[in-house]
């Protein structure tokens, strides 16, 4: 009869250890794909061990109470390299800070997979391309960070989407266009745009035309 009833509570209980352990995996092997892509002279990153399988042992990361990567703190860690489209299976990922680095290349389209998305803090690095349109579906999101990178193209008038932004930075980048003011934009001052050269004003009553051709990239 005991072992019935132990079998009983494996048969409940298991499916959700081996789901445990395959988020763990995924959110892993997420983390040590950007540790790949990355320099780090400051071997902040010396924790991040593959063969543990808990990325939730790792320094700079923070994990929720099911053991799911819920922070990512490593702004000023002197990392050079890019950013991974892998870091967009962080879906639990509330807060993720990698600014006053020097990470260049795109930030990646994925980063809008990051539902639980709080606060992105990715500034003072040198980051290029264009600003995903992606991040419009970032619905959790407060703090938008970009600013101090070699940003171009278009600020996305999909962002004023964003209800709970609170706080969006996009100043000295090369950004060009208008600036959207409709939705959450329209209570962000001209501090949160400054030192783009190419930018045009935002768009006000109609005078200046949101046009989603044209030369800016």
Same mark, same amino acid.
């Given at each position: 009869?005991?072992?019935?009833?132990?079998? %009983?509570?494996?048969?409940?209980?298991?499916?959700?250890?081996?789901?445990? $352990?395959?988020?763990?995996?995924?959110?892993?092997?997420? #983390? !040590?794909?950007?540790? *790949?892509? +990355?320099?780090?002279?400051? %071997?902040?990153?010396?924790?991040?061990?593959?063969? #543990? +399988?808990?990325?939730?042992?790792?320094? %700079? +990361?923070?994990?929720?109470?099911?053991?799911? +990567?819920?922070?990512?703190?490593?702004?000023?860690?002197? $990392?050079?390299?890019?950013?991974?489209?892998?870091?967009?299976?962080?879906?639990?990922?509330?807060?993720?800070?990698? !600014?006053?680095?020097? $990470?260049?290349?795109?930030?990646?389209?994925?980063?809008?997979?990051?539902? =639980?998305?709080?606060?992105?803090?990715? !500034?003072?690095?040198?980051?290029?391309?264009?600003?995903?349109?992606?991040? =419009?579906?970032?619905?959790? #999101?407060?703090?938008? *960070?970009?600013?101090?990178? *070699?940003?171009?193209?278009?600020?996305?008038?999909?962002?004023?989407?964003?209800?709970?932004?609170?706080?969006?930075?996009?100043?000295?980048?090369?950004?060009?266009?208008?600036?959207?003011?409709?939705?959450?934009?329209?209570?962000?001052?001209?501090?949160?745009?400054?030192?783009?050269?190419?930018?045009?004003?935002?768009?006000?009553?109609?005078?200046? *035309? !949101?046009?989603?051709?044209?030369?800016?990239?």
């Amino acid at each position: 009869m005991a072992s019935c009833a132990v079998l %009983h509570l494996l048969v409940l209980v298991l499916p959700s250890i081996i789901i445990a $352990l395959t988020d763990a995996n995924l959110e892993g092997d997420a #983390l !040590y794909a950007l540790r *790949r892509a +990355v320099k780090d002279p400051g %071997h902040v990153l010396q924790s991040w061990d593959p063969n #543990l +399988v808990d990325p939730c042992t790792w320094f %700079h +990361v923070t994990c929720d109470g099911d053991n799911r +990567v819920t922070r990512l703190d490593l702004g000023n860690a002197k $990392l050079s390299g890019s950013l991974v489209p892998e870091l967009g299976k962080l879906v639990r990922l509330q807060y993720l800070e990698l !600014y006053m680095n020097e $990470l260049v290349g795109p930030v990646p389209k994925e980063l809008g997979n990051l539902k =639980s998305l709080v606060s992105l803090d990715l !500034y003072d690095n040198n980051l290029t391309g264009t600003i995903p349109a992606s991040l =419009s579906k970032l619905s959790n #999101l407060k703090f938008l *960070r970009l600013n101090s990178n *070699r940003l171009t193209g278009r600020i996305p008038r999909e962002l004023t989407k964003l209800e709970s932004l609170k706080i969006i930075d996009v100043s000295n980048n090369d950004l060009c266009g208008t600036i959207p003011t409709s939705g959450s934009f329209s209570k962000f001052t001209e501090e949160s745009f400054v030192n783009n050269s190419r930018l045009e004003g935002p768009e006000l009553m109609g005078f200046v *035309r !949101y046009d989603a051709a044209g030369s800016c990239k």
